[in-house]
């Protein structure tokens, strides 16, 4: 049986903005607002203050403007990694300033229901990332061990002494500091135990509430938070229709840079028979 190809997303044009609000007190939101526009083809640009980022999922290339240094950098995509089975995904949409959901393998995912957000049907989902248990320090090795059947290693050879000046005088040493004082011990008795640190509160859990227009293929409404605070991203509008091809293009006159393609991820060491 052949696998199902995926369905291309319609062409569209949105206006989006969004307010990250940080879990500091009294720290007013950071906000920021974007474009974003899709072509039949998968293409896709998002424009921010000075910056464009396109995205060209057939070519495998990704293309960063700076409008103020008039410069194009290319960077070529590494291959995507495969989804692991029976997990549910997130829109496939990240625009500046949206986190990307973790995959987790515990992530709970609840089902909102139907509604209407600026004229489109919206579907919605929520989804819960419960914090990482922490993992379990490594003992170290106590010095000196040293394994049966495995000669010590020669130790270097204490280098010389310089010879003294005859005829000078030591110079005179610094008093010792004074002793901290020490908690009283039993005589007799172990010593007091340190004082153990104070624990750590527990990270809350990263919840995120996406309403997802299905005929558009866009996020209407996203609402993330967790230990960085809380982002709210908003579509104020959504225009479906082929974009010009010049959105996919650079500019004439831009200096264009190539960056090198990223290194594979090494493959794991086999372990030895």
């Known amino acids: 049986m052949a ?25 007013p939101p950071v906000q920021s607002s974007y474009r974003f526009t899709r072509s039949t083809a998968g293409q896709t640009r998002t ?43 997130m829109p496939q949409f990240a625009p500046p300033g949206l986190p990307k959901a973790p995959q987790a393998p515990n992530m709970q995912v609840q089902d909102l229901g139907k509604s209407v ?44 002494k310089m010879p003294q000046v005859p005829g000078m005088p030591k110079p005179p040493q610094a008093p010792a500091p004074p002793q901290t004082l020490q908690a009283p011990t039993v005589p007799g008795g172990p010593p007091l135990p340190a004082p153990p640190g104070m624990p750590q509160p527990p990270k809350p859990p990263t919840i995120a509430e996406v309403w997802h227009a299905p005929k558009i293929g866009l996020p209407m409404l996203t609402k993330t938070s967790g230990s960085f605070g809380q982002l709210t991203q908003v579509c104020h509008s959504a225009v479906p229709g082929e974009p010009h091809p010049a959105a996919f293009q650079i500019p004439p006159g831009y200096k264009v840079i190539v960056l090198p393609p990223p290194k594979p991820p090494a493959l794991p060491a086999l372990p030895k028979l």
């Open 3 to 27: 696998p199902k190809l995926p369905v291309p997303l319609p062409p569209v044009t949105a206006e989006y903005s969004s307010a990250l609000q940080l879990p500091q007190p009294k720290v």
């Open 47 to 89: 424009d921010s203050g000075n910056q464009s980022v396109i995205s060209n999922p057939a070519a495998g290339q990704t293309i960063v403007l700076d409008h103020l240094k008039k410069t194009a950098t290319i960077q070529t995509a590494p291959p995507p990694m495969p989804a692991a089975p029976g997990m549910p995904a």
């Open 117 to 160: 957000l600026q004229g489109h049907e919206v579907e919605g989902k929520k989804f819960l990332i419960p914090p990482q248990p922490p993992q379990a320090p490594t003992m170290p090795k106590p010095p000196g061990l040293q394994l049966p059947g495995q000669p010590k290693l020669p130790q270097a050879p204490a280098l010389p």
